[in-house]
Nanobody
Framework: QVQPVESGGGSVEAGGSLRLSCVVP?????????MAWFRQAPGKEREGVAG???????SYADSVRGRFTTSQDIAKNTLHLQMNSLKPEDTAMYYC?????????????????????WGQGTQVTVSS
């Protein structure tokens, strides 16, 4: 069972920063996973936040572009999300998602249908 594990959530005032991390344990044999960040606020649908392709090029939702930065450590199947200038509307449960690449390429997409494995989430709360 593949289970991404998120960490780094918490509570912060508007304008503050948080850094989330996600690791996908690869087991005895290393397998590279494509990974992305999603979030879901109460009463809202889950939305894609940030992804990264095989060339290291990130993609972001319009709502976070310029404030959030994603980065990866491929060898460790680790994905980070640096969140700056946080707003109350960023309050949500943040999920890490993963999937084995088709072939060897990760598209960096942020559609939930592209991902198979999901973490349990880490809560981010931004107060005004």
């Amino acid at each position: 069972q593949v289970q991404p594990v998120e960490s780094g959530g918490g509570s912060v005032e508007a304008g503050g920063s948080l850094r989330l991390s996600c690791v996908v344990p690869s087991g005895f044999i290393y397998r590279r996973y494509c990974m992305a960040w999603f979030r879901q606020a109460p009463g809202k649908e889950r939305e894609g936040v940030a992804g990264i392709d095989s060339d290291g090029r990130p993609s972001y939702a319009d709502s976070v572009r310029g404030r959030f930065t994603t980065s990866q450590d491929i060898a460790k199947n680790t994905l980070h999300l640096q969140m700056n200038s946080l707003k109350p509307e960023d309050t949500a449960m943040y999920y890490c998602a993963a999937v084995l690449p088709f072939g060897v390429y990760c598209s960096g997409g942020i559609s939930e249908y592209e991902y198979r494995y999901w973490g349990q989430g880490t809560q981010v709360t931004v107060s005004s």
